[in-house]
Protein backbone atom coordinates (compact mmCIF):
# COMPACT_ATOMS: atom_id res chain seq x y z
CA UNK A 1 0.00 0.00 0.00
CA UNK A 2 1.28 3.35 -0.99
CA UNK A 3 0.68 6.37 1.02
CA UNK A 4 1.30 9.88 0.57
CA UNK A 5 0.54 13.06 2.40
CA UNK A 6 -0.36 16.63 1.30
CA UNK A 7 1.47 19.05 3.08
CA UNK A 8 -0.44 21.65 5.05
CA UNK A 9 0.14 25.44 4.00
CA UNK A 10 3.10 27.32 6.02
CA UNK A 11 1.45 28.31 9.13
CA UNK A 12 -0.84 26.37 9.10
CA UNK A 13 -2.05 25.06 12.98
CA UNK A 14 -4.33 22.62 12.45
CA UNK A 15 -2.77 18.94 12.81
CA UNK A 16 -4.01 17.12 9.94
CA UNK A 17 -3.09 16.65 6.25
CA UNK A 18 -4.99 18.68 3.13
CA UNK A 19 -5.10 15.35 1.59
CA UNK A 20 -3.48 11.60 1.95
CA UNK A 21 -3.44 10.01 -1.40
CA UNK A 22 -3.56 5.82 -0.59
CA UNK A 23 -2.84 3.69 -3.63
CA UNK A 24 -4.18 6.49 -5.95
CA UNK A 25 -7.15 7.44 -4.28
CA UNK A 26 -7.38 11.09 -2.93
CA UNK A 27 -8.91 11.53 0.60
CA UNK A 28 -9.80 15.51 1.07
CA UNK A 29 -9.91 16.59 4.05
CA UNK A 30 -13.36 19.05 4.70
CA UNK A 31 -12.36 22.62 3.55
CA UNK A 32 -13.64 25.71 4.32
CA UNK A 33 -14.87 28.85 3.12
CA UNK A 34 -11.25 30.61 4.21
CA UNK A 35 -10.13 33.12 1.81
CA UNK A 36 -6.61 32.05 1.47
CA UNK A 37 -4.99 35.57 0.56
CA UNK A 38 -6.50 37.24 3.90
CA UNK A 39 -7.91 34.60 6.09
CA UNK A 40 -10.92 35.81 6.31
CA UNK A 41 -14.46 33.68 5.98
CA UNK A 42 -17.28 35.95 4.55
CA UNK A 43 -20.50 36.00 6.54
CA UNK A 44 -22.31 35.60 2.96
CA UNK A 45 -23.32 31.96 2.51
CA UNK A 46 -22.58 31.80 -1.49
CA UNK A 47 -19.37 33.64 -0.99
CA UNK A 48 -18.43 30.72 1.41
CA UNK A 49 -19.33 27.86 -0.49
CA UNK A 50 -17.36 29.68 -4.10
CA UNK A 51 -14.27 29.61 -1.36
CA UNK A 52 -14.91 26.09 -0.10
CA UNK A 53 -14.96 24.48 -3.33
CA UNK A 54 -11.84 26.93 -4.75
CA UNK A 55 -10.11 25.77 -1.34
CA UNK A 56 -10.88 21.66 -2.42
CA UNK A 57 -10.00 22.21 -6.07
CA UNK A 58 -6.72 23.40 -4.67
CA UNK A 59 -6.05 20.50 -2.39
CA UNK A 60 -6.79 18.27 -5.06
CA UNK A 61 -4.73 19.50 -7.86
CA UNK A 62 -1.67 19.62 -5.22
CA UNK A 63 -2.56 15.52 -4.96
CA UNK A 64 -2.53 15.04 -8.82
CA UNK A 65 -6.34 15.22 -9.17
CA UNK A 66 -9.23 18.14 -10.07
CA UNK A 67 -12.84 18.30 -9.21
CA UNK A 68 -14.08 16.03 -12.37
CA UNK A 69 -11.98 13.34 -10.54
CA UNK A 70 -13.58 13.24 -7.38
CA UNK A 71 -16.24 10.31 -6.95
CA UNK A 72 -17.79 11.09 -3.13
CA UNK A 73 -18.43 14.18 -1.43
CA UNK A 74 -19.48 15.02 2.11
CA UNK A 75 -21.30 18.68 2.79
CA UNK A 76 -21.53 20.07 5.98
CA UNK A 77 -23.76 22.78 6.77
CA UNK A 78 -24.92 24.86 9.62
CA UNK A 79 -28.23 25.59 8.33
CA UNK A 80 -31.05 23.74 6.00
CA UNK A 81 -32.16 27.22 4.84
CA UNK A 82 -28.66 27.38 3.20
CA UNK A 83 -28.81 24.06 1.44
CA UNK A 84 -30.25 25.54 -1.95
CA UNK A 85 -27.52 28.43 -2.42
CA UNK A 86 -25.51 25.56 -1.69
CA UNK A 87 -26.93 22.96 -4.03
CA UNK A 88 -26.66 25.73 -6.94
CA UNK A 89 -22.85 26.40 -6.64
CA UNK A 90 -21.94 23.26 -6.11
CA UNK A 91 -24.09 22.04 -9.47
CA UNK A 92 -22.02 24.89 -11.22
CA UNK A 93 -18.65 23.55 -9.98
CA UNK A 94 -18.91 20.20 -10.17
CA UNK A 95 -19.01 18.30 -13.54
CA UNK A 96 -21.36 15.30 -14.86
CA UNK A 97 -21.41 13.14 -13.97
CA UNK A 98 -21.25 14.69 -10.06
CA UNK A 99 -20.03 12.76 -7.52
CA UNK A 100 -21.88 10.70 -4.89
CA UNK A 101 -22.94 13.19 -1.75
CA UNK A 102 -24.18 13.15 1.51
CA UNK A 103 -25.40 16.57 2.77
CA UNK A 104 -25.93 16.93 6.68
CA UNK A 105 -26.83 20.16 8.63
CA UNK A 106 -25.11 20.58 12.14
CA UNK A 107 -25.24 22.24 14.91
CA UNK A 108 -22.11 23.88 14.93
CA UNK A 109 -18.17 23.42 12.60
CA UNK A 110 -14.96 23.86 13.80
CA UNK A 111 -15.23 27.44 13.93
CA UNK A 112 -17.75 30.67 14.66
CA UNK A 113 -18.54 31.93 11.40
CA UNK A 114 -18.02 29.12 9.30
CA UNK A 115 -21.31 27.63 7.89
CA UNK A 116 -20.16 25.31 5.16
CA UNK A 117 -17.48 22.70 4.92
CA UNK A 118 -17.00 19.85 2.47
CA UNK A 119 -14.69 16.42 2.43
CA UNK A 120 -13.76 14.78 -0.98
CA UNK A 121 -12.82 11.60 -2.17
CA UNK A 122 -11.26 11.32 -5.71
CA UNK A 123 -9.84 9.03 -8.11
CA UNK A 124 -7.96 10.39 -10.97
CA UNK A 125 -8.14 9.57 -14.05
CA UNK A 126 -4.46 8.67 -13.99
CA UNK A 127 -4.67 6.54 -11.16
CA UNK A 128 -7.29 4.66 -12.73
CA UNK A 129 -5.17 4.11 -16.02
CA UNK A 130 -8.30 5.47 -17.79
CA UNK A 131 -8.15 5.93 -21.40
CA UNK A 132 -9.22 3.51 -24.44
CA UNK A 133 -6.01 1.35 -24.07
CA UNK A 134 -6.11 0.59 -20.70
CA UNK A 135 -9.84 -0.38 -20.54
CA UNK A 136 -9.61 -2.15 -23.95
CA UNK A 137 -6.43 -4.19 -22.42
CA UNK A 138 -8.89 -4.88 -19.26
CA UNK A 139 -11.91 -6.31 -21.35
CA UNK A 140 -8.89 -8.04 -23.07
CA UNK A 141 -7.58 -10.10 -20.04
CA UNK A 142 -11.30 -10.72 -18.55
CA UNK A 143 -12.34 -12.19 -22.15
CA UNK A 144 -8.81 -14.22 -22.13
CA UNK A 145 -9.15 -15.18 -18.50
CA UNK A 146 -12.75 -16.56 -19.11
CA UNK A 147 -11.60 -18.87 -22.54
CA UNK A 148 -8.65 -19.93 -20.18
CA UNK A 149 -11.17 -20.84 -17.20
CA UNK A 150 -13.73 -22.38 -19.66
CA UNK A 151 -10.78 -24.51 -21.43
CA UNK A 152 -9.38 -25.56 -17.75
CA UNK A 153 -12.96 -26.70 -16.70
CA UNK A 154 -13.74 -28.80 -20.18
CA UNK A 155 -10.41 -30.74 -19.65
CA UNK A 156 -10.82 -31.20 -16.22
CA UNK A 157 -14.68 -32.86 -16.88
CA UNK A 158 -13.07 -34.65 -19.71
CA UNK A 159 -10.51 -36.12 -17.73
CA UNK A 160 -12.81 -36.62 -14.72
CA UNK A 161 -15.19 -38.60 -17.18
CA UNK A 162 -12.27 -40.57 -18.37
CA UNK A 163 -11.08 -41.98 -14.91
CA UNK A 164 -14.59 -42.83 -14.10
CA UNK A 165 -14.14 -45.52 -17.15
Not at 43 to 70: E, H, M, S, W
Request: proline content about 7%; aromatic content about 4%; glycine content about 10%.
Amino acid sequence: MSRRAISAPPGSTTPLSPAIIVDGIVYASGQIGRDPVTGEVPADIRAQVRNTIDNLRAVLRQAGADLKDVVKTTVFLTRQSDFGAMNELYAQQFPEPRPARSTIVVAALARPGIDVEIEAVAYPAKASGAGKGARARSKTRVKTGAKKRGATRKAARSSRGRRGR
